[in-house]
Every structure is written in structure tokens, then in C-alpha cells.
């Protein structure tokens, strides 16, 4: 019965979301288990480049760390955000929320040659919550119940609470960096006078991802949810 219902919600996730989620699951347990090592994982451009490992390139987004805090709270924005993303501003649009991620890997490999980063799995979750952000300006998020803010300030207030946990604040910047470039160009560059679209889906993504039909069926999760630990609720403005 647990299992069925399991299945069941586990299904009901998006797609994109779901399989991304789920690799990086059943990656930490493959690390856990030690049938794998980090080692085998980690992005190395002399490895990838010289040696034809070419895996390299997708698994270093896929490996968190060992199971623990870091892990846990990577996991629960991963999800959250990109949940709410795909249930929302690209909803039906599985093809271009595809290709944002190839986008965004890309860009992120590019950056990652020039910096000392061997997993790049949270930048990339700070890309997410950061196009998130800027799609939901008017959401209000509550750190804590300390801070009170808009949307667009959550990837700053991440990347604080990151640096007083400690950790390197690089890698924030760097999702920030790329899912700006990415909001520019998909949501602020067309709509200016003498602006166009320089990203477009390939039309094999489309043949491949997008369907003709939505699910009537489809539950999608409401996006005025900010997500993340439950240290507090988000409304919108006015609301």
C-alpha cells in the first residue's frame, strides 16, 4: 500500500524535475553504498577533454555531497524550485525547460574551466531558484521568521546564509550569474526596443518533449508556495 502510494505521488511529479531529482538520488546512494566514488563523478576538463570521459560533464551535477544537511537542503530546493518552474512558467513547455537546462549546463561548464569547482549540482539549483525569483517578483518570502522579502532577493539571502555556514560563496555566484543570463536573454533582452529572442528551442526538442495534450488529470503545485525548509510562508503582494 505504501508503495502504490509512493509510486503514485512519485508520478505525479514533472517529468524534467522528477528524472533530474532521481538521478541525483540514486547517485548519493550509489556513493553511499560505494559502487561508486565521487572520484569517478567529479568534473576534471583534462579527464573529460584528454581521456574522453565524457560522463564527467553530467555527473558532477549529479552528486551532492554524502547524505547530511548540505545534502538534504540541496535536495529540498532542487526539488521545490524546479518543481514550480516546470508546474509553472514553463508549463507545457517541456521542450524549452529541456533546453534552459542544457542552456545552463553549458554556460556553467564553460565558467566551471576557469573556476576550482569539481560538482557543480548546486549552482545549478541556485540557477533554478534564481529564474524562479525573478518569474515571481511579487511572491514574499519569510526567512526564519527574521527576514521578510520579495522573491528576487531569495538567491542573495541564500548566498548569506551560505557564507555564515561557512561554505564558499562561488558557487552562488556563479547560478546567479548564469540564471541571470538567462533571464536576460529569454525575459528582458526580447522585450526591448529593438530586442529579439536569441534563445529558441531546437525544433528536435520540441518533437521529442512537447505533447499535444496536458493531462486534465494533472495536479501541478501551486507556485505561490516559496518552497525550501519550512522556515516560514510566502503570499503574494496584496494577497
Known sequence: ???????QEFLQVPPVTRAY???CVLTTAAVQLELITPFQLYFNPELIFKHFQVWRLITNYLFFGPVGFNFLFNM?????????????SFRGRTADFVFMFLFGGLLMTI???FVNLVFLGQ???IMLVYVWSRRNPYVRMNFFGLLIFQAPFLPWVLMGFSLLLGN???VDLLG???GHIYFFLEDVFPNQPGGRRLLRTPSVLKAIFDTPEDDPNYNPLPEELPGGFAWGEGQRLGG
Open 21 to 23: 531529482t532521481a538521478a
Open 168 to 170: 564558499s560563496i562561488i
Open 1 to 7: 500500500m505504501a508503495y502504490q502510494t509512493f509510486r
Open 111 to 113: 565558467f566551471g574551466l
Open 176 to 178: 546567479i550569474a548564469v
Open 123 to 125: 549552482a545549478f539549483t
Open 76 to 88: 529540498i530546493f532542487l526539488y521545490r524550485y524546479c518543481r514550480m518552474l516546470e508546474e509553472g
